[in-house]
């Protein structure tokens, strides 16, 4: 199993950055693929984006692609989502979660979810 908490949300401007981190317990981490998700308030919990095992392969929401990059370190049990240009649809509680099947953008392929950190965008 692997343990996850997530850091690095807040408020920030439209058009402004954050970057988010999630940490890992386990020195399993790295065999698992690991994404980002996000829920807005009477929204379904959506893809955002997600990231290989060696970190080599990437997946992108269309509707963040260009503007959110994902990444991790093996190393250091962390992966993060850099999210520049934010949109106030951006606006969510964002997810880490990890998955142990192949490359996926589905919710029901992540068996581990962090609690989530909350991300505001102001107009």
């Known amino acids: 199993q692997v343990q996850l908490v997530e850091s690095g949300g807040g408020l920030v401007q439209a058009g402004g950055s954050l970057r988010l981190s999630c940490a890992a317990s386990g020195r399993t981490f790295r065999t698992y693929n690991m994404g980002w998700f996000r829920q807005a308030p009477g929204k379904e919990r959506e893809f955002v984006a997600a990231?290989?095992?060696?970190?080599?392969?990437?997946t992108y929401a269309e509707s963040v692609k260009g503007r959110f990059t994902i990444s991790r370190d093996n190393a250091k049990n962390t992966v993060s989502l850099q999210m520049n240009s934010l949109k106030p649809e951006d606006a969510a509680v964002y997810y880490c979660?990890?998955?142990?099947?192949?490359?996926?953008?589905?919710?029901?392929?992540?068996?581990?979810w962090g609690q989530g950190t909350q991300v505001t965008v102001s107009s």
């Open positions: 979660a990890a998955g142990s099947s192949f490359l996926s953008t589905m919710p029901t392929n992540f068996p581990y």
């Open positions: 990231i290989s095992t060696s970190g080599g392969t990437t």
